[in-house]
């Protein structure tokens, strides 16, 4: 393909991706294929020749799109957002074009996983500094790290990636970790010889989008000499609007804070954002500098290398992204969308409320809303696996105190009041039928 | 930006790649700018309320292309190559289009990182069958990883990260890990009570593109029980070419082998991708399960559950990407393409070797030449200050035995042999210049 038929080419895809964003409503959300459904449809091998472009264009429709979810459908209701916004999408092309590599975030697992891995290295630095005679993997080994109960996977594996130790802390009756409970964990932890060191928080937990504490939480790290963590990935986008900043109250106390604007900030996946109180403590975990990416500014202050910031050396250019964004949106345009998307879910939650068979979970502070059918979790299991069975709309689950429940996350940047009424009436319907087939 | 907009934009910023792309020769490959520059471009706060779509694609020379190190200009001849190919290109449109999150590889740097966290759970859990009253933390505290000392510096970052002793293994004359110095290693640190359990060979290292003797450390590798990983991220793309398989010989031997397409293979960054022998080694170092990420297929064996397998838990849909490149090239097209790059880095060998007062540092194998002038390092440090200062071409250098190496790495898909003369013609000069001073 030269550069006269990449013209024709892309501005074909630029029609085939508005064709597709246009009528995505049309699309079934989730895909009816199997696991393995691919394999009968494409050749054993990469082509000896190359084939021709019309070819491969044929089977976007025939090979691809059957086995995708359709994240961007106005009928996606499932985990979180994932964002998508055509400034992104355009800034995106430019980026592929510059190709440059960066020497970033890949998501707030990372960030989950570098901010404890500075929190174990400050902490040995610490310790040996008083204790020369102490050796790392000693300390390590009496280390302690904490999350809330309802604190994404990742944590947990950043604890068993780091080689330490990870408590989960049970949440009070709102899902939050509360001073109290912490208090009480570190002085058991500290008694029976063990080093606390880092607490992972959650802005916005997945299953629930619950708060902890971190105004009652923070000054207890701070005082501990303990590394506090925010782990705000989805509800940070919503801290751009005044109404929703005192959920940050406790800030202040952190000493790293991360959030996606690729769920719910209109940049397309992907693009996490780590903020660090002192840069040094994470540059000493993990620097290693050699000639072939030495440069003249290294030492001058000037330059961020935020290669010494994160796992992989390279990174694509996600800011420009972001500038795009910011600036096609506006502060205002950005406050607007996210309270749209916190209004649907009132919304969504009203008509719940209003149905008496059914039941909300958790407070619905932000885009999601927990509710179940009043009854057994089987039957909630039921209903869900009608739900996505049907495949008019898409839901996960959560488990919120024993109780198997939906979660409906208002996630397309093209959702509407209408899509949020129609998958309540279709919900409904899938309710009544249950509830009549096991009266029968 | 509603979608008719979109569509206008869109093929505007399609003329605007494709210009950039054809025109990128006239640009200066290396920045003049200094750290900082884009601070008074651009305004402290994003903006309150959108801007005009026209101001963003105005400030793209204004405020973006100024600071761009232009890694698809065919004067570019730094690090390694990125890749980068129309086809491509708008498989990453349809990509950002679909926006759907997978649930991946980063980088190479991600890929030894997850094969030594995986070869670390595996020992302790072999050690640990035979002896119950080990602790975990006592064992990986005896536990030592070996690389060349050649080796990227990610393989170090590995080990500082996983919390284990790293060595860096002697080179030979070839700069590659051998056999016997390997052996000899072992020997001493078992005698000494370490635990050897991981070997990150390198197939092409970044200084000077050696590869370590896989035929001889393989088999010490598997009779000692510890983990092989090879790191191939830019030589393994080589591979498609049956003249250099054998480079690959001893690849039996490994547990798991990682390459970067977007390195070498046309797939615009980022793509690497990972082979493990027993996946099970990896997914037991990594698995997590909550409710919100189960599905039907989980346990049919039907499904690879990738995030399972990575540090990220999201991963883009990079697969479109490689299967748009195989198609568009074919088999062929892309050995094609991997040929002519060592093809004109032979060309350049000659035309340095033919100059006495330069010698070759290192053997030329693919697209790589390690060269300088005969003298001292203050000598070369000089000359490639002239080369990158006078920005016409960007080279990067580094250290072999001792010596300050310039490296000439064929980058850009869009080098031709007129592009390499005119970089040697240019070297010259600015060689002849420097001398002709130092005599003075």
Known sequence: MDITEFRKRGKEMVDYVADYLETIEQRQVYPDVEPGYLRSLI?????????????????????IMPGVTHWHSPFFFAYFPTASSFPAMLADMLCGAIGCIGFSWGTASEATLVALLAARSRIVKQIQAHDPQRSEVEIISKLV???????????????????????????????????????????????????????????????SCAFDRITELGPICNAEGMWMHIDAAYAGSAFICPEFRPLLDGVEFADSFNFNPHKWLLVNFDCSTMWVKRRADIIGAFK????????????????????????PLGRRFRSLKLWFVFRMYGLRGLQAYIRKHVGLAKEFERLVRNDERFEICADVVLGLVCF???GSNELNELLLRRINGARRVHLVPCQLAGAFVLRFAVCS????????????????????????????
Chains 1, 2 share one sequence.
């Open 43 to 63: 050749p054993e091998e990469a082509p000896d020749e190359p084939e021709a472009y019309e070819d491969v264009i044929q089977d976007i429709e025939r090979v």
């Open 145 to 207: 790290a904490y999350s809330s109960d309802q604190a994404h996977s990742s944590v947990e594996r950043a604890g068993l990636i780091g080689g330490v130790r990870m408590k989960k802390m049970s949440t009070d009756g709102k899902f939050a970790v509360c001073g109290e409970t912490f208090r009480k964990t570190l002085e058991e932890d500290k008694a029976s010889g063990l080093i606390p060191f880092y607490f992972c928080a959650t802005l916005g937990t997945t299953p």
């Open 288 to 311: 290693m500098d050699p000639l072939y990416l030495k440069h003249d500014h290294q030492e001058s202050g000037l330059v961020t290398d935020y290669r010494h910031w994160q796992i």
């Open 372 to 374: 179940r059918l009043k």
């Open 413 to 440: 940047r093209t959702t509407e009041s209408r899509h949020a009424q129609e998958a309540w009436r279709h919900i409904s319907e899938l309710a009544s039928e249950l509830l009549r087939g096991q009266k029968r």
